[in-house]
């Protein structure tokens, strides 16, 4: 199984950005998700999560700017990031709980890099 993250890029500070997370290889369904980011010096933080039945939850920082959503069909999760600013600069990572014919497995994709700066 593979996470492939997109849409990361050079955004000012008021803009928006779609980040995609898209699951491919060989399982049966996309569990829980969530995204991540890690900002130059910091540790690693939970930004959004999303639960199979489609329960959110964000981190304080981000809560009325960022929506998670997933796309059951397309197997892939979003993370839709409005009004940025410069403290939402970091690499983002998507990672997902990955249920196969062998159980649940964690993985994470690579990061992607979102640089809110004017």
């Known amino acids: 199984v593979q996470l492939q993250a997109s849409g990361g890029g050079l955004v000012q500070p008021g803009g928006s950005l779609r980040l995609s997370c898209a699951a491919s290889g060989s399982f049966l369904s996309i569990d829980a998700a969530g995204w991540y980011r890690q900002a130059t010096g910091k540790q690693r933080e939970l930004v959004a999560s999303i639960t199979s039945e489609g329960g959110t939850n964000y981190l304080d920082s981000v809560k009325g700017r960022f929506t998670i959503s997933r796309d059951n069909v397309k197997n892939t999760v979003y993370l839709q990031m409005n009004s940025l600013k410069p403290v939402d600069t970091a690499v983002y990572y998507c990672?997902?709980?990955?249920?196969?014919?062998?159980?649940?497995?964690?993985?994470w994709g690579q990061g992607t890099q979102v640089t809110v700066s004017s």
């Open positions: 990672n997902a709980r990955v249920f196969s014919s062998t159980g649940f497995d964690d993985y």
